[in-house]
């Protein structure tokens, strides 16, 4: 059984940064592809940013690219979402998930398999 936990969230000011972690076990990630997902409140959960294990190709949405930036370490094995130049709408609850070998920010949240329990960002004055 894969289990994923997701650290670093917390409030930071517009133009800010955090690094989100997204550490496993249980598993060896090396066969997984790993997705963020951020959920506003009254909003449905919408894909961020996921990185394949099978080419290691990354995938972003149009409103954080450029900002955003997915890396995993397979030594630590965990993945990070460094996030710059927050905005207001970026604040949610972060959430990583897992899925075997391709994945990409279309893929629906229900075609993972494995979840964090989330992070809670917040980008405010």
């Known amino acids: 059984q894969l289990q994923l936990v997701e650290s670093g969230g917390g409030l930071v000011q517009p133009g800010g940064s955090l690094r989100l972690s997204c550490a496993a076990s249980?598993?060896?990630?090396?066969?997984?592809?790993i997705g963020w997902f951020r959920q506003a409140p009254g909003e449905e959960r919408e894909g961020v940013s996921c990185i394949s294990s099978s080419d290691g190709n990354t995938d972003y949405a149009d409103s954080v690219k450029g900002r955003f930036t997915i890396v995993k370490d397979n030594a630590k094995n965990t993945v990070y979402l460094q996030m710059n130049r927050l905005k207001p709408e970026d604040t949610g609850v972060y959430y990583c998930?897992?899925?075997?070998?391709?994945?990409?920010?279309?893929?629906?949240?229900?075609?993972?398999?494995?979840w964090g329990q989330g992070t809670q960002v917040t980008v405010s004055s």
């Open positions: 998930a897992a899925v075997m070998y391709y994945c990409s920010v279309d893929v629906h949240p229900d075609d993972y398999d494995y």
């Open positions: 249980g598993r060896s990630l090396d066969y997984y592809a």
